[in-house]
Nanobody, 118 residues
Framework: DVQLVESGGGSVQTGGSLRLSCVAS???????MGWIRQAPGKEREGVGA?????QIVYADSVKGRFTLSKDNTKVTLELDKLRPEDSGMYYC????????????????WGQGTQVTVS
């Protein structure tokens, strides 16, 4: 089984930056990892995903502001120019066969880390 441990997150003002990190342990044969977020009262939405070949997909709402990177079993999401609508619980996810934004493409989920932008 794969376990995901997230770190980062917090509260920032509009225009600020945060960094989220996620480390995978266990059977990581599927090389694709990503981030999914969920705002209160809304469905989960894909933020971005990356595989070990460097293929990346981003949601249109975060393009140019968020940056994904991957180093072996660690994936990092840099959040810049944050907006209040970026607030929510951010989940690290793994198990996709290719970078995707659909939450059901991921089979393993972390506990989530809160991002609040005011």
């Amino acid at each position: 089984d794969v376990q995901l441990v997230e770190s980062g997150g917090g509260s920032v003002q509009t225009g600020g930056s945060l960094r989220l990190s996620c480390v995978a342990s266990g059977n990581t044969y599927r090389r694709c990892m990503g981030w999914i977020r969920q705002a209160p009262g809304k469905e989960r939405e894909g933020v971005g995903a990356i595989d070990s070949d460097g293929q990346i997909v981003y949601a249109d709402s975060v393009k140019g502001r968020f940056t994904l990177s991957k180093d072996n079993t660690k994936v990092t999401l840099e959040l810049d120019k944050l907006r209040p609508e970026d607030s929510g619980m951010y989940y690290c996810a793994a198990g996709c066969w290719a970078p995707a934004l659909t939450p059901r493409a991921f089979t393993v989920w972390g506990q989530g880390t809160q991002v609040t932008v005011s």
